[in-house]
C-alpha cells in the first residue's frame, strides 16, 4: 500500500478508523428494519387496490352484471399475482460483498436483466385475463344497446389504448434489458 | 462476533481504513454521504467477517467487500453524468471547484472526477492501482484477468503521463 504513484493519494485519509463494532451491529439491525418497512409499504398499496376491485365486484354483482363483477374479481387476483411477484423480485440479492467484484456486478446485472425482460411476464401478464375479461364483458353490454358495430368500435379504440400502454412499458423495459446485456457481455469478456 | 473476528476487524482497520477512507470519498464527492458509504464498508466488512475462511488474504477480502460495497452505492445513485469506459476518455476531465495548490494536487483532483464517471470495473482498478497495488492483486481482488487489469492501468498511465507533458509544455511555452 505504500507503493502508491501518488504520494498525495496515500497520504488523504490516513488518520481514518474504522467504524465501532457495536455502531455496524445497530447499523446492521437499521438496515433489516429499513428492508421490512419498505416492503410493508409496497404491501400496503397493493392491498390498498384489492378492496377497490372487491367493492366493484359486489357492486357489479348486486346490480346483476355477473361478467363485469367476474373481470373485477380476475383483476383483483392478477394484482394479488403482481404483488407476489414484486416482492420476490425485488427482494435485495443475498448479500456476498467478499465475492469477487465483477462476479459480483454479473450477478447483479443478470438479476436486473432477467427482471426486466420478463416483464410482461410478471408485471403485465397476472392482470391481462381480467382486463380482457372486462373489455368482453363492456363490450357485450354496449352491443345490447347500440349494436355490435358500436360495441367494436368503442373495443377497438380501449384495446388500443390499453395496447399502446402496455407496449409503452414492454419496449421501456427491453430497452433497458437491452443496455445491460451489453454492459454484461462487456463484463463477460474481462473474466 | 466471535474473538478471532474481532481480531480480524481490528486489524483490517489498522491497515486498511484510510484506504477505505480514500475509496469512498473517490466515488462520492458529497462528503456527508462519503461518510456513510465508508461505515456501510465497514459493517458489510464486519459482518462478512464471520465468513473470512483465509483462503484468500485478508486485503483481498476487504479490498473486494469495499468495492462491491462502492459499486451498489454507485448503482444507486446513476442518476448522475454518463458513465464512459476508459477506453474512450482522451483526457483528463476538469474538476469542479477545485482549489488546487500543486499540480500534483489538481492533478489528484482530476482523477478523482475521471472516477467519478468511469463504470464500476474501471473504477475499482483505478483506485487499487493507486493504492499502489499489482496487476496480479488487482486482478485477484477484482476477478478480472491480468491483461484486462494492465490494459486499464496502462491506458490511466498514458492519460496521467500526456496531461504531465502538457503541463511541462505550457510551462515551458511560458
Not at chain 1, 2 to 16: I, K, Q, V, Y
Not at chain 1, 60 to 77: C, D, F, K, Q, T
Not at chain 2, 162 to 169: A, G, I, V
Request: proline share 4%; with cysteine; hydrophobic share 45%.
Amino acid at each position: 500500500m505504500s507503493n502508491s504513484p501518488f504520494s498525495l493519494w496515500a497520504a488523504a485519509a490516513s488518520d481514518a478508523t474504522f467504524t465501532d463494532p457495536a455502531a455496524c451491529a445497530a447499523h446492521a439491525g437499521e438496515f433489516e428494519r429499513r428492508i421490512a418497512r419498505r416492503n410493508r409499504i409496497e404491501r400496503i398499496a397493493g392491498w390498498i387496490q384489492l378492496p377497490v376491485w372487491g367493492g366493484m365486484a359486489a357492486f357489479y354483482l348486486r346490480v346483476g352484471e355477473v361478467p363485469l363483477a367476474l373481470s373485477a374479481i380476475m383483476i383483483g387476483v392478477g394484482v394479488l399475482v403482481v404483488l407476489r411477484n414484486l416482492t420476490r423480485r425485488a427482494d435485495n440479492l443475498d448479500r456476498h460483498p467478499e465475492e469477487p467484484c465483477r462476479d459480483h456486478l454479473v450477478r447483479q446485472y443478470r438479476r436486473q436483466y432477467e427482471a426486466l425482460l420478463s416483464v410482461p411476464l410478471w408485471y403485465i401478464g397476472p392482470v391481462m385475463p381480467g382486463l380482457i375479461a372486462f373489455l368482453a364483458a363492456v363490450t357485450s353490454g354496449i352491443a345490447e344497446v347500440k349494436g355490435w358495430d358500436a360495441a367494436l368500435a368503442e373495443l377497438t379504440r380501449r384495446g388500443l389504448f390499453i395496447g399502446l400502454v402496455f407496449c409503452a412499458v414492454v419496449l421501456l423495459n427491453w430497452y433497458g434489458a437491452r443496455r445491460l446485456k451489453r454492459d454484461l457481455e462487456r463484463l463477460e469478456r474481462l473474466a | 462476533m466471535t474473538e478471532q473476528t474481532e481480531q480480524l476487524y481490528r486489524q483490517a482497520g489498522e491497515q486498511f481504513a484510510p484506504a477505505l477512507a480514500r475509496l469512498a470519498r473517490s466515488v462520492e464527492r458529497d462528503a456527508d454521504k462519503a461518510r456513510d458509504l465508508e461505515q456501510e464498508m465497514h459493517c458489510a466488512l464486519w459482518s462478512s467477517l464471520a465468513r473470512f475462511d483465509g483462503r484468500c488474504a485478508l486485503k483481498t477480502w476487504v479490498y473486494r467487500v469495499a468495492h462491491n460495497v462502492a459499486a451498489d452505492h454507485v448503482a444507486r445513485s446513476m442518476r448522475g453524468p454518463q458513465r464512459v469506459p476508459l477506453e474512450d476518455i482522451d483526457c483528463l476531465p476538469s474538476p469542479a471547484n477545485v482549489e488546487a495548490d500543486t499540480a500534483e494536487a489538481l492533478v489528484l483532483a482530476q482523477v478523482a472526477e475521471l472516477i467519478r464517471r468511469l463504470p464500476p470495473v474501471d473504477t475499482q482498478v483505478i483506485v487499487l492501482w493507486l493504492e499502489g497495488e499489482s496487476a496480479a492483486a488487482i486482478a485477484e481482488i477484482t476477478g478480472l484477468s491480468t491483461g484486462a487489469v494492465n490494459v486499464r492501468v496502462h491506458r490511466i498511465k498514458t492519460l496521467l503521463a500526456s496531461h504531465f507533458t502538457e503541463t511541462d509544455q505550457a510551462e515551458t511555452a511560458v
